[in-house]
């Protein structure tokens, strides 16, 4: 299969398909093509199907006429990535067996059985050539059938027309205009409609295509539809083009409206519709599916992985069942319906459609019930139903056992509602859409489960401008991107705010955006009259079907300020066990009123969160005393979970222990990376809980959740966040007169200032802060400062002041016997005394250092210590020392997480080993550090930058 002239057939077999999204399976294993250019590159050599493409051909494709200079070598590296991807191990430069050179560019070794472009042009030629109508019009059929959409998937990948696409696309267009001028002649319009119809709605203005489709709607019995399509095309033309139709779509509409007259209302005789197995009740071929939505717009990444699960099933032999989940307003229907269009000409035998009503338990479906209507639709008589529901379904899976049928069950509530409505042969194809988890049928049928999430903003404007249409959305962009954002990419919002501003001619897109935004946190600018389609309705219909616990869990959930909550969070602020929380949350996440965005963090839509919002100030059952209750247990949850990981972070840090109050879940990270893990994800969450802390009150605990924080954004190098946090609570304390909290908040915030280099403020602040502490008689935060000042004097050069500061500090740390902040103040008081030319006494100073915190086992202290005297190693040029010491700080800070000490360890190697003329070793050791320094101090990546251009090294690509 697609072996080159003389060529050995080695290796497994690849095909290609450009009848749709471009496509590579190597060995029967779907392959990723690659990035949008590089799928582009393998399009256009598809589209040639075995024509050479030039290297202008490629360039033009891509860049039009404004290409980089370094455009040809792009190519280059796409095509060689491209031969690498159908040989894995294809030796560099080595021509391969299907993408080869050529004189005039690059072709594609290609035939019928590997390109589907091929295949369809042979199954036609065959169809052309048969004398035997029905044998041509099933060549056509089965050559038709292997599009998927555009050329390549075109519209998704290049905004502007390619002439190879089109030219393929046309071809289509003409196919199926022969095989429906066959299907016409032979009264068998109904095998060819489905495609019909994707071409026709790919070519709204195209007559000779529409002409085509009413007469085949009309020939069906669809009589309705082929003058409302007349109709709404006329309208179109006019509007769009100021023309009216041309002469063979007139004609063709006469056609219709005199077969209206004629009296037929219905399709002519199906020779193929065959006798069921109740006697006298021929098989009907149902066509129940929903309308298509008109404005369908982007899920191109949704519709393609459906459909892989969709034909993965088919190439199993297995019976095909697709479960589409996900949150309320989210889409699952209208992407549902448009998937069963895409593949409707698939199944031949027809398609059934239920909504299951599975959202309310008093109105949903039995499935006897559906089991009735189903087999009624499927030609049944009603004296002929069983009344027994396991006859039904015995005669439902026996009428279906040898045909294809597409079976869409909207709305399920859960598995036992679906079960009785599947088919037991393959041949069919069952998609289901539910808010909850069917988990069920994956375990017991092997369906595939499909969660549809909400739209990228790229997809929400293109719905939006695909319902207000392209004038209107085009007269101001910004607040059309505004409304994308403040719908949260929720494709039922998105459709609601369309409806109203299409009802309302004379409100432009910025009174829109205005409307939402002051109504921002409810869902007021949301709500229409039809309960089918206002928010609050759609949202309540889970609501209404959760237990009491659960229901006022999602009310508190309103309280949480962060972007996620994790179940202990939750359960705090719930007040609730962490069992019984476990099997309530649990409720939430299966009615998606709550998803799991990440392991273990949860998390609800903007909109889903503000009914939750509207729901806990409404109810009566909440009362604010609970509300306030619910707050201080989340806030007590994470002053404590807070507390115990610093104590492995940062243990000088002399915040207060948190009380843990009745009904918070106490958790406790049991090492230092395990804390600096939990830091890292509630980093965000934080910051929300000490502002609403703040703004509620509660400002003690705000600057003691802050000091508890601090410890982790000075070694993780959050430093700009951290200024802008500790700034927040400093002002909250001095608002509400709290000396000990302004200090404190002084302190940190010198730190932070500090780190971003602004040496004289983080003084200033400290000196503010010191006169507090020592006002106040708090002594050990008085040292504690003095530390901090002689750190700043000694980064400015004030090392008199420096060692003056150290030295009170050391006296009253000493005296209060804290030995942490005295090996602190060592270890920094060992670099002034080296600056002041003290080399001994430095060197002393540093290993008193050292054997305090290995007495005291803590490998942060250690690491700490092992920089500073690396440092002094190496200013001395004794290497070897500094080598060991620098080492020594790297692990210690490795198995700690922390990443700042680890650049430094990292920086240090690396400056040792070019100081001893170890190029490559030094390079080595930078680059480490380059990859550790991701999103720390710019400063600091500058200063490695520079480093290694001291080596020649470029450094564009160093993370890579």
């Known amino acids: 299969m697609l072996t080159a002239p003389g060529t050995p057939a080695e290796g497994p077999p690849v095909r290609f398909a450009v009848l749709g999204p471009v496509q590579v399976w190597r060995d029967g294993v779907e392959l990723d093509p690659g990035p949008r250019q590089q799928r582009l590159i393998l399009a256009l050599l598809l589209a040639r199907a075995g024509r050479p493409v030039g290297i202008t051909d490629f360039v033009t494709l ?186 063979e779509l007139q004609e063709a509409y006469r056609q219709v409206l005199r077969r209206g007259a004629a009296g037929s209302t219905g399709p002519p005789a199906d020779p193929l519709r065959d006798e069921g197995p109740t006697a006298g009740s021929p098989f009907v071929v149902a066509a129940q599916l929903p309308p298509d939505l008109p404005h369908f717009a982007g899920r191109q990444a949704s519709l393609r992985r459906a459909g892989a699960l969709i034909h993965g099933r088919a190439a199993a032999g297995a019976l095909r069942i697709v479960v589409i989940e996900g949150i309320p307003g989210v889409g699952k229907t209208t992407l549902a319906t448009h998937l069963a269009y895409r593949v409707a000409d698939e199944f031949p035998d027809g398609q059934l459609y239920a909504d299951l009503r599975g959202l309310d338990p008093d109105a949903a479906l039995a499935p006897g019930d559906v089991l009735q209507a189903f087999l009624h639709a499927l030609g049944v008589r009603g004296p002929d139903i069983p009344a027994n529901d396991l006859a039904r379904s015995g005669l439902y899976r026996s009428l279906l056992a040898e045909r294809r049928v597409l079976i869409v069950l909207d709305n399920a509530r859960d598995a036992e509602q679906v079960r009785p409505l599947l088919p037991g042969a393959p041949g069919s194809l069952v998609l289901v859409t539910s808010r909850y988890r069917l988990a069920g049928l994956a375990a017991t049928h092997g369906a595939d489960m499909f969660t549809l999430d909400v739209l990228p903003n790229d997809e929400a404007r293109d719905l939006l401008v695909a319902r207000l249409g392209p004038v209107r959305a085009a007269a101001d962009r910004q607040a059309l991107d505004d409304i994308v954002s403040l719908c949260g990419g929720l494709p039922l919002a998105l459709a609601v705010v369309a409806a109203r501003t299409l009802a309302r001619p004379g409100c432009g897109l910025p009174a829109v955006a205005r409307e939402l935004h002051d109504t921002r946190g409810s869902l007021d600018g949301f709500g229409v009259d039809d309960p089918d389609t206002d928010l609050r309705a759609i949202f309540s219909w889970s609501y209404r079907g959760l237990t009491a616990s659960a229901a006022r869990l999602f009310r508190l959930l309103a309280l949480h300020p962060g972007p996620d909550v994790t179940l202990p969070a939750a359960a705090s602020l719930g007040g609730l066990p962490a069992r019984t929380a476990r099997s309530v949350f649990g409720e939430l996440v299966r009615s998606r009123l709550v998803t799991e965005r990440q392991p273990g963090r949860y998390g609800s839509h903007d909109l889903i969160a503000a009914y939750a919002r509207e729901l806990l100030l409404d109810t009566d059952t909440d009362t604010v005393a609970e509300r306030d209750a619910a707050v201080d247990r989340l806030l007590g949850y994470y ?100 000396s000990a909290g302004a200090a404190e908040m002084l302190r940190s915030l010198a730190g932070a200032r500090f780190y971003l280099g602004d040496s004289a403020s983080a003084l200033d602040l400290l000196e503010r802060a010191l006169v507090i502490f020592t006002e106040l008689g708090n002594a050990s935060r008085e040292a504690l400062t003095l530390r901090n000042i002689g750190e700043v004097s000694f980064a400015v050069g004030d090392y008199d002041r420096s060692v003056a500061c150290h030295h009170r500090a050391l006296r009253i740390a000493e005296s ?69 010491d620098w080492t020594a700080a790297d692990e210690l800070a490795t198995a700690i997480n922390h990443r700042v000490r680890m650049v430094r360890a990292k920086l240090g190697l690396g400056d040792t080993a070019y100081a001893m003329g170890d190029r490559s070793a030094a390079r080595t050791a930078w680059l480490a550090a380059l990859v550790v320094a991701d999103d720390a101090d710019p400063d600091q990546e500058a200063g490695i930058r520079r480093r290694l251009a001291k080596l020649g090294h470029r450094t564009d690509d160093a993370r890579a």
């Open 62 to 247: 891509l860049w039009d006429e404004r290409p980089p200079r370094s455009a040809v070598n792009i190519v280059h590296l796409h095509l060689g990535s491209l031969r690498r991807l159908f040989e894995p191990g294809l030796r560099p430069r080595a021509s391969g067996r299907w993408l080869v050179g050529d004189p005039a560019g690059y072709r594609m070794l290609v035939d019928a059985s590997g390109l589907d472009l091929l295949r369809l042009r042979d199954l036609v030629r065959r169809a052309r050539t048969t004398d035997d109508p029905a044998e041509a019009l099933a060549g056509y059929v089965r050559a038709l059938e292997l599009s998927r959409g555009p050329c390549a998937g075109a519209p998704d990948l290049i905004s502007r027309p390619v002439v190879d696409f089109e030219a393929v696309d046309n071809e289509y267009a003409d196919m199926v205009g022969e095989a429906t001028d066959l299907a016409l002649r032979t009264a068998t319009a109904r095998v060819v409609l489905p495609m019909l119809r994707r071409v026709a709605t790919q070519r709204p203005l195209d007559e000779a295509v529409q002409a085509r489709l009413l007469l085949a709607l009309s020939a069906t019995g669809q009589q309705a539809e082929a003058v409302a399509r007349y109709q709404e095309l006329r309208g179109r033309l006019s509007g769009d083009l100021g023309i009216d139709p041309g002469r």
């Open 639 to 738: 002053r404590q979970a807070a507390y115990a990981a610093n104590r492995h972070i940062n243990p000088e840090i002399d915040a207060d222990p948190p009380a843990i109050h009745d009904g918070v879940v106490v958790e406790s990270p049991d090492t230092d990376r395990a804390a600096a893990d939990w830091f890292a994800a509630e980093r965000e969450v934080l910051k929300a809980v000490m502002r609403q802390a703040n703004d509620s009150g509660r400002v003690y605990d705000a600057w003691q959740l802050e000091l508890t924080v601090q410890g982790y954004y000075q070694r993780a190098g959050w430093w700009q966040e951290w200024a802008t946090v500790v700034g927040e609570c400093l002002d909250a304390a001095v608002d509400a007169g709290d």
């Open 816 to 884: 209060l016997g804290e030995q942490m902040t005295q090996l602190d103040v060592l270890c920094r008081l060992a670099d002034t005394q080296y600056e002041l030319g003290e080399r001994t006494s430095s060197f002393e100073t540093i290993g008193r250092a050292l054997a305090m915190s290995e007495q005291l086992d803590h490998d942060g202290r250690r690491s700490e210590c092992h920089l500073r005297r690396a440092n002094l190693y190496l200013r001395e040029r004794r290497y070897a020392e500094s080598l060991a």
